[in-house]
DNA sequence: TTGAAAGCGTTACCAC
DNA sequence: GTGGTAACGCTTTCAA
């Protein structure tokens, strides 16, 4: 393994030489510079990113933590974050959360400033003691699909993303919309589908009308079989918002499986807007997931480079524009055989 | 940031000693042990990944390598990788491959022992030179769905995926049976859809029929626009044989916008069975991609424990089972209108 | 059983 | 401009 003074020995200079060449500093005679260039291309070298670190105080690497990272709309965030690390010097490490223990074990280990250079949490609330012991480590921290006290952010308007959906199911004329999605208590503090909920009860009450609500994990199947329980109700709910795409594909197959047709006998609603959801012809409501895991990384990286310890721009906090996306399965509710 | 030495003050000890407690060595005195562990918690202390990395020779990571991460199939296999390495001690980085440039930065950069302990490579074929030089270096390598000379390996018989498929729809009653997979020349050598193709062919060939080719790469909307091509010959295609379920998904949607039923109209069968086929009711030849990852990351863990420098086992070559998944999109071929 | 000290491969500060 | 030389935080001999 070639190191740094075996290429100082074969150009002929000091170790300091062969670390002020690597690292670009401009008080390197010129023609120094090539013969250390030179040993490097020769000894085929590479620093040790380990000692680099060491020395620096810093990895050049950035922790994602992520829950469930397989999940669609997850894998689309991640997506947006290696794009824009590609490019810089930085490494993603990958720390998936399927349980609070793995919440918690990552953000305790994760304390350590050198275990990576800043973090990106996506859509996992960190405790307010996780956040301040992870500042007050010193460590930058942006957070994506959730916000937190202090912390820039990169999120969406939940809220008004169940307003848009229910308006939308109103406007066509439902008046038995159901809501399917996470249970407020769920073990990880998730809130964008207790926001959703919020922002769909909201237009139901100006409206007056009922809300009919079911709680689930984000799980197709899941939420298939809740949709079962639904549309088996007398009378049947016309329209149902599911908080996710995901969940919205499990009571198009609860809908299939009952012999409705979609959008004839039922309506369904979905947000997110993943892959899967084009090929569906599913309507739903638009959040730019690529979008927002770009954007974090990107806070991240600024914060990292605005060397400054506590970040050079301040908390920021964007919010991400959210977009009916009317596709082949909403339309007008069946008509009502009560009152013919 | 605490550091060995401030546990070791605090203990009243040499920072030697709470070094052997941190790594279990069993040559100290219980007592001491307790005060050592006592100053750890009170200290809140971990180590430096990074300087036990640089002390140690090796750094805890397991680097993964991986084109197009967010394919369903990838991701299925990230999967297997991330549940295999929870509850050990590695972590996991990331290198995300899209283009040839992207495969060769990487894999020169981890050249270098102290970047990745070991390395795992999914569905991408390393070139000879390049394992031989991570060979050289000493890094231990497994292939997922490729192999390589010298390197384990876990793999499934795509040849005979393509005859299984095939001899579906030719036991079915198909008689013009197209394929639509990646071009043998595609920039990444890539090399499983050209053994599906050759199995397909083989197939055909025994039974007197004519192939009929598109090639285009790992696309959805790519493969509708192959498949709208096919299925406007004269006479067209009875059955389409997609390398992947995504690029079945896309004939789907090439069917449906022709106005074709499937499978009344057109057979389909895919490959992998991803988490949108079930949905999807697609026939397809199933590919354990969950159990792939999770077995290339065991054979990898295995090798690093057995930590003599090339491996405990020597080079392994597991095959993991196909299986034809009869869904709803095959059936007889329509009945020929040119022969009455 | 333990402490002291020599690495591990870099960087960065200080002289020359 | 450049070489020497402390760090960086840990592991691992080597003595005691």
């Known amino acids: 393994m070639v190191t740094i ?9 000091g170790a300091g030489t062969v670390s002020r060449v690597l690292n670009g500093s401009p008080r390197v005679k010129t023609s120094t510079r090539e013969r250390v260039l030179a040993a490097i291309q020769e000894l085929d070298y590479r620093p040790s990113p380990l000692a680099q670190g060491l ?27 290696v794009d824009a690390l590609d490019g810089s010097r ?41 956040i301040e012991r992870l500042t007050a480590a010193g460590m930058p921290i942006v957070l994506v699909d959730v916000r937190g006290a202090g912390v820039s952010s990169v999120i969406t308007d939940d809220n ?20 399917i999605g996470e249970s407020p208590d769920n073990p990880f503090g998730f809130v964008s589908g207790t926001a959703r909920q919020q922002g769909y009860a909201d237009v139901l ?12 994990p984000h799980d197709r199947l899941e939420a298939q079989r809740l949709a ?21 594909t499990g009571v198009l197959a609860a809908a299939r499986a009952a012999g409705l047709r979609v959008p004839e006998d039922l309506s369904v609603v979905g947000f997110d807007d993943i892959e899967i959801s084009a090929y569906a012809g599913l309507t739903t409501v638009r959040q730019p997931l690529f979008e927002s895991g770009r ?30 996306v009317v596709r082949e399965t909403t339309g007008p509710p069946p008509r009502d055989r009560s009152r013919p």
Chains 1, 2 share one sequence.
């Open 55 to 81: 020395s620096r105080g810093r990895c050049q690497t950035l922790g994602v933590v992520v829950p469930f990272f397989t999940h669609a709309s997850a894998v689309e965030r991640l997506r947006g974050v």
């Open 90 to 130: 930085y490494d993603l490490v990958l720390f998936n959360v399927e349980s609070p223990v793995h919440r918690d074990e990552h953000f305790a280990s994760l304390t350590r400033r050198d275990r990576a250079d800043g973090l990106l949490v996506l859509s996992l609330p960190p405790r307010p003691a996780d």
């Open 295 to 324: 954007l974090g990384a990107r806070l991240l990286l600024e914060a990292l480079a605005g060397n400054g310890d506590a970040a050079g721009g301040g908390v920021q906090v964007h919010q991400l524009p959210l977009e009916l």
């Open 205 to 216: 009450r100006a409206a007056g009308i009922r809300e009919i609500i079911a709680h689930g």
């Open 160 to 179: 008004e993303g169940g307003r848009i959906a229910t308006r939308h199911l109103i406007a066509l004329g439902h008046e038995r919309i159901a809501f």
């Open 5 to 13: 003074s075996d290429v100082a020995a074969r150009a002929g200079v």
């Open 228 to 248: 079962a329980a639904l549309l088996e109700r007398d009378p049947r709910p016309t329209a149902v918002f599911a908080s996710s795409d995901v969940q919205a």
